[in-house]
């Protein structure tokens, strides 16, 4: 029981630095974060810290895995399979497209996350941790399915090569969601194109290229 109750208790504590982690590490664009802003912000010792954390590249690990968790949840519960696969393509990308709207700061984080570990990771057991995370493939699999569903009804062109299409999209895709998520009101002060016309372009390009 008393096992339980501290498992319990460290638990609740490892999920407060994982928001308050994500919540200051965007604020601050992911520049001069260090461990007592997080624990101020958490409300919990240092101590406490080491207690759930090793270090705090494993929190930012944690935190990464946290939000491509929640992101995989959403499109998998606002995608469908519709009438034919190019407008399951289309689907999928509207929800890309919601999730944009609705977390630009989870957009923001991830962007933050690949471009401080663009060519490293801290050890061997959080590359080990985060490759096993996204080797999942979740995301890009359901657009695989649906460009797969379109070759076989005929709205998607047959010669395409399935996997590298289906990769290319979605890198594509969540580069300029990041982009967007960034730099969207600039973009639209300087240009005169808001963030929705910039996505609905994008989408349109996308399903002219897959389209028999």
Known sequence: MATTWHQDVRNRNREEFILAGQHTLIERNFTNVGLKEICERANLSKVTFYKCFNSLDELIFA??????????????????????GLESVEGYLDVW???????????????????????HYPNEELQATYRELVSDGTIGR?????????????????????????????????????????????????????????????????????KK
Not at 97 to 115: A, R, S, V
């Open 97 to 119: 497209i919601q999730f944009l709207e609705n977390h630009p700061d989870y957009l923001k984080y991830i962007g933050f996350f690949d471009h401080t570990y663009r060519d």
């Open 63 to 84: 935190v990464q895995q946290k939000i491509l968790g929640e992101l995989t949840e959403f499109i998998e519960q606002h995608s469908a399979s519709r009438k034919s």
């Open 142 to 210: 359901v657009l695989h399915n649906y460009i797969e569903q379109g070759v076989r009804d005929g709205s998607i062109r047959p010669e395409l090569q399935l996997q590298k299409t289906s990769l290319f999209i979605f890198e594509m895709i969540i580069s300029l969601m990041q982009r967007l998520a960034f730099r969207g009101k600039l973009l639209q002060e300087e240009h005169g194109v808001d963030v929705k016309e910039l996505a609905d372009t994008s989408k349109a390009f996308v399903l002219h290229y897959l």
